[in-house]
């Protein structure tokens, strides 16, 4: 198993440009999360999704839109760019099942907003 | 709503030394409580869970955590820490009630020296 995939690695965004983040994951998961981490603090959530086509807001969601199409994929869309989205990106997946809620995270996306 | 509390921000600890790391919480049922460890850029990997049961639990890595309902706390230690311990550490909790949001701690570091 690949587990959490992410891509890209690293991308650099002009102010009002949009991306989307990608996320994968390979281990059959319901749940799947997405969290910003900026320097010096913890993960925040921005959106989780519990299944596909259900989504929720977390912590953080402006700025953001996620779709939750097939149990594999979460991704997560920036529409217009701006500075304050500079982190790194990191999502995870979990079981839904009690007892097994373990997270497994990506290895993450860093994003710099110019 | 919960939420989780690191003291320290950061911590020095000499390789061979013992090490303990505090994370306190808020929250009002029996929560799931987490340790994660972060590499230098690198994602989250998950060192050891409580969800119920024993209070003492092991993880991976020779880390082991202490579940202290009467204190809140939930406290990570090892009792001899190797140069290859040094990273960032974060506590989580999880809501029984609120299924898939998680709270991070901001964090702390850990430095190992010679």
């Known amino acids: 198993n690949a587990g959490v995939t992410q891509t890209p690695k690293f991308r650099i965004l002009k102010i009002g440009q949009s991306m989307t983040l990608q996320c994968t994951q390979d281990?059959?998961?319901?749940?799947m999360y997405w969290y910003r981490q900026d320097p010096g603090m913890g993960l925040k959530l921005i959106y989780y999704?519990?299944?596909?086509?259900?989504?929720d807001k977390g912590e953080v969601p402006n700025g953001y839109n996620v779709s939750r199409s097939t149990t594999e994929d979460f991704p997560l869309r920036l529409e217009l760019a701006a500075p304050s989205q500079t982190s790194v990106y990191f999502c995870?997946?979990?079981?839904?099942?009690?007892?097994?809620?373990?997270?497994?995270f990506g290895p993450g996306t860093r994003l710099l907003v110019l | 709503a919960q939420s989780v509390t690191q003291p320290d921000i950061h911590i020095t600890v000499s390789e061979g030394a013992s090490l303990e790391l505090r994370c306190n919480y808020s929250?009002?049922?029996?929560?799931?409580l987490f340790w994660y460890v972060q590499s230098p850029g690198q994602g989250l990997q998950l060192l050891l869970k409580y969800f119920s049961g024993d209070t003492l639990v092991q993880g991976i890595k020779g880390f082991e955590a202490e579940f202290k309902r009467s204190q809140s706390s939930f406290n990570l230690r090892k009792p001899s820490v190797h140069w290859s311990d040094a990273a960032e550490y974060f506590c989580?909790?999880?809501?029984?009630?609120?299924?898939?949001?998680?709270?991070f701690g901001a964090g702390t570091q850990v430095v190992v020296t010679p």
């Open positions: 989580a909790v999880g809501a029984t009630d609120s299924w898939g949001k998680f709270q």
């Open positions: 281990m059959n998961h319901n749940y």
């Open positions: 995870a997946s979990s079981y839904s099942v009690a007892d097994q809620e373990t997270q497994y």
């Open positions: 999704s519990v299944g596909a086509g259900i989504t």
């Open positions: 929250y009002g049922a029996t929560p799931y």
